[in-house]
């Protein structure tokens, strides 16, 4: 597990067992939205700020690969929908633990939406990409969002703390999920994790007080860190927001000294 281990640390900061993800995977779901049509900028800013990792389809590395910059972590993502399809709920592999290897991953990811009507496939697609990462000592993040018919609020503790406990169960390194509101819900879900590092999403595109704070107030309960998507790539200023981001989790810095650093 010694290769599982080595990668890893280029996603998650080996002495604080903290990161900064910036997913941008969203050329699939959404299409070509801003921050997202030049890639190779976006990262060269996000890496800039402090970013621990960028993830991302196979397009990151076969097109926007760059030949200088600050190094980054690669996390491939392995499952897909479209905004466009009968069902964006419904995620299916498009990508394979092997081919994260050819492209020099340091890890990969997939969505699973838990209370959706095809959660079975979804949990069998997980366990599949466990088993594979097991072999071949590659980190797993498991992407964690109640979603579906059997759903009445994602943001829940109960089903959010449920959800985190299955990718744990299943073998995930590193598990991303909602917020669920306030220090004290969010540390039963840390708490239920079985040691598994837990992150946050960054959420819908919001204001960037909300956001630092959301992100203050997880650390608080005991979160790894934040996967802050379309809050940094379609930021003004991605280098800075990331930075800010950068100074809560790593520094323990409050909101009003992060806020000021985009000033």
């Not at 959010?160 to 406990?165: I, L």
């Not at 073998?171 to 992150?199: H, M, W």
Request: aromatic share 4%; glycine share 12%.
């Amino acid at each position: 597990m010694i290769g599982k281990l080595i990668r890893l640390e280029r996603i998650i900061d080996r002495n604080t067992k903290k990161t900064i993800i910036v997913p941008m995977d969203h050329g699939i779901t959404i299409g070509p939205c801003k921050g997202i049509v030049d890639m190779k900028k976006t990262i060269d800013l996000v890496a800039q700020g402090g970013a621990n990792a960028v993830l991302g389809h196979v397009g990151m590395p076969l097109h926007a690969h760059r030949k200088g910059g600050k190094d980054i972590g690669l996390i491939l993502h392995l499952s897909s929908s479209t905004s466009l399809g009968p069902d964006p709920n419904k995620k299916i592999l498009t990508g394979s633990v092997e081919q994260a290897i050819k492209f020099g991953a340091d890890g990969v990811s997939v969505h699973i939406n838990i209370g959706s009507k095809d959660e079975p496939e979804m949990l069998k697609d997980l366990g599949y990409v466990s088993r594979k990462c097991i072999e071949w000592g590659m980190p797993l993040i498991a992407m964690m969002y109640p979603r579906g018919p059997n759903i009445k609020n994602s943001y829940d503790v109960t089903v959010v703390k449920h959800s985190v406990r299955i990718a744990a169960e299943l073998g995930a390194d590193i598990i991303k999920t909602n917020y669920t509101g306030s220090i004290e819900s969010f540390r039963e879900v840390v708490d239920g994790a079985l040691g598994v590092p837990v992150i946050i999403a960054g959420g819908a595109k919001g204001e960037d007080e909300k956001t630092l704070q959301m992100i203050k107030n997880a650390m608080k309960a005991g979160a790894s860190g934040v996967a802050i998507g379309r809050n940094a790539f379609e930021h003004k200023n991605p280098e800075k927001i990331i930075r800010a981001v950068y100074e809560i989790i790593y520094n323990d810095a409050n909101c009003k000294d992060a806020i000021n650093i985009l000033s």
